[in-house]
């Protein structure tokens, strides 16, 4: 069996002798009993030899399309058809081996062709196959049942020789009467294969098997047909239903959409009307500005001319540079001033993002400096306890320093006298400091007093001025308080009615405290009770 792969171009016999090996082979396998293993000879031995069968006729295939002399495609030809009928009589004494054959990449190879005679002959060899096992389409896998159906349906579509087209209906018809469950298939698959036979092929010699097959088409075709119809009805219905509630819908939103509708054109159309008068009013301010302009401009010359003809002739250059000069200077003036108004607006926005950081910069830090002062101190933590051995080594410390430091021991009366003594240096020392402070508050008040009456007299009137209130000032002592409190309220008063920019950057100010140098420049004359700083 082995030897059918060999290229026996070269071997003695040459390929008319791998043809017989072929036959003899499938003679001796037809009929054999198998008494040793009969699952080895039927799984695996007639597999191989369907499989070296179809290669040998492969290669008789290539050298039958290659040849150029008649007499070697005749003996080519006959060799093949020798290996077919073989295979042929191989699986006709086997029917499981159908199905092998159909499966094998070989036997699709091999039907796939455009040379006449080998299709016809592989067309045959599948005719055979379905009459010796009419299921065998039925039992092999959906890819291989679709290339045998589309090269048979492409062989009737791509020629016109009446030979392949006779064999194709044929194998067509045979599938359709023995599997009918594969005229849905063709029907579904192949929309235009009805059209095709009838068109083509009608009156080419075979007219009783196409009529057959046109037959059962049709046949399986008006079935479908009537499926197609009611479910075509019931769809109709659903949708006649469904048009019919979005209808009823749309109806019910109606008014509420012809509302909608005038609303939006009416909005539209009066928008438009507003465009078109905006429109017509900037034309005609245009126009009135143009007009003015021109008004104004004649005006100008007029003026000009009138100038001219009252100045002498001998003036009229030098009143010309002199306009002239003015001209220039107007023009500049104008563009100069554009130009600042230009790098004004320009400079703005940065000048305001930097007044803006100064402002958070300086309330950042006076934030931080209020949090400083005020930060609490940290809470009061317990001393961890000691454990029995720590406590042990401190009191042994403790007696160890004791013995090396004994402290002097002193009496009762010693004691008390000590006590005695320490009693009266405290007492003595709060005296003395209870003196000193009244002592220094009435010096800060004799200074405070000295201070105001040299205040009232520098700021006296002389003495043909004088009158009995300038008198009174002098002899009263609650007039220059009243005076200096009047003077910090009116101090107070003119703060608060600062604008905004000169408090700026006093947001974070508490609302009691008053700029020093504000209260300075007015009460710094006023010192009752207090101390003067110089």
Known sequence: MLVLRQDHSRLHGGWATAAQLAEILSHCCVGLEVKGDPEEFYKKFL?????????????????????????????????????TDAICWLFGGHIQLAAC??????????????????AVAMMSVLHNILQVNSSVLLQVDEKTLHSVLDELVYKLSSTTNPVI??????????????????????????????????????????????????????????????????????????QAMWRGFQTRKRLKKLPQAVTTLQRSFRAKREQELQHLKKQKEDEALKLQM?????????????????????????????????????????????????RARRNFHQQKQSLKEYKAAVVIQRAACKFLEKRRR?????????????????????????????KLHPASQMSEEMSKELHMQAQEKLAQFLLRSRLDQRAAQRREALLAQVNTDVELLMNAPGLAKTTEKDLDVFMSRSIPVATKARQSHNTVLKYTRWPWWKKLGDEFM?????????????????????????
């Open 165 to 238: 087209g006779n064999a194709a209906t044929k194998l067509l018809l045979l599938v359709a009467k023995f599997c009918k469950q594969l005229v849905k298939l063709l029907t579904a698959r192949y929309k235009g294969l009805k059209g095709l036979l009838s068109k083509k092929w009608t009156g080419k010699g075979f007219d009783r098997d196409l009529s057959q097959l046109l037959d059962l088409l049709y046949l399986e075709q008006s079935s479908g047909k009537g499926e197609m119809q009611r479910q075509h009805q019931a769809a109709c219905i659903i």
């Open 374 to 402: 005020r930060r609490l101190l940290s809470p009061w933590k317990d001393p961890k306890g000691l454990t029995d051995e720590q406590r042990l080594a401190l009191q042994q410390k403790v007696d160890d320093y004791i």
């Open 47 to 83: 597999p191989s030899a369907i499989d070296n069968l179809l290669f040998l006729g492969r290669r008789l295939q290539a050298r039958f399309i290659r040849a150029v002399k008649d007499e070697e495609k005749q003996d080519f030809l006959r060799w093949f058809q020798t290996v």
């Open 510 to 534: 508490e609302d009691d405290v008053i700029p020093d140098d504000a209260l300075n420049a007015e009460l710094g004359t006023l010192f009752i009770g207090g101390r003067k700083s110089f």
């Open 290 to 338: 143009q007009l003015q302009r021109q008004r104004a401009m004649r005006l100008f010359h007029e003026r000009q001319l009138a100038l001219l003809e009252i100045i002498h002739a001998s003036q009229v250059n030098k009143y010309m540079e002199e306009m002239e000069g003015k001209s220039a200077l107007t023009i500049q003036r104008f563009w100069r001033g554009y």
């Open 101 to 118: 054959v159909l499966q094998n990449d070989h036997f699709l190879q091999l039907l796939i062709t455009d040379d006449v005679e080998t």
